[in-house]
């Protein structure tokens, strides 16, 4: 709800290009038919990739449905020998991402703003 005017506003900052859909990249989370989640990786180079469009409708977060979703974009970074995933996070989002495997390790400038810049190593055992 916080972000509702600022992304209505700005709805090109929540676009997932077709082509990441068409390529298989976007995993979705449906439950009774309805979509209520979805996160997408872009590949990247050096070994990392970066986990994008991470979104839960708000009634269904605290249900374990991001962190399934991280789950499932892990493993397929994984499976294309990807070694290192980035995320810019949402400032509120921290704990998730930290309770996901990522840690903190610089700050990005968004449009809307300072936010923190988190990796996990996907070597890493978990």
Do not use: K
Not at 53 to 72: K, N
Not at 75 to 103: D, H, I, K, W
């Amino acid at each position: 709800e916080m972000y509702r005017a600022v992304l209505l506003a700005h709805p090109d900052a929540i676009e997932v290009p077709t082509e990441y859909v068409d390529a298989g990249r976007v995993r979705v989370a449906v439950v009774g038919g309805a979509v209520v989640g979805f996160a997408t990786l872009i590949p990247g180079d050096a070994g990392a990739c970066e986990l994008d469009a991470m979104f839960v409708d708000p009634p269904w977060m605290r249900h374990g449905i991001g962190l399934r979703l991280i789950d499932d974009v892990v493993a397929m970074a994984r499976a294309e020998g990807f070694s290192r995933m980035e995320v810019t996070a949402n400032p509120q989002a921290l704990a998730f991402y930290g309770r996901a495997g990522f840690v903190t390790v610089s700050e990005a400038q968004t449009q809307f703003g300072p936010a923190p810049r988190m990796v996990r190593d996907l070597d890493a055992v978990t």
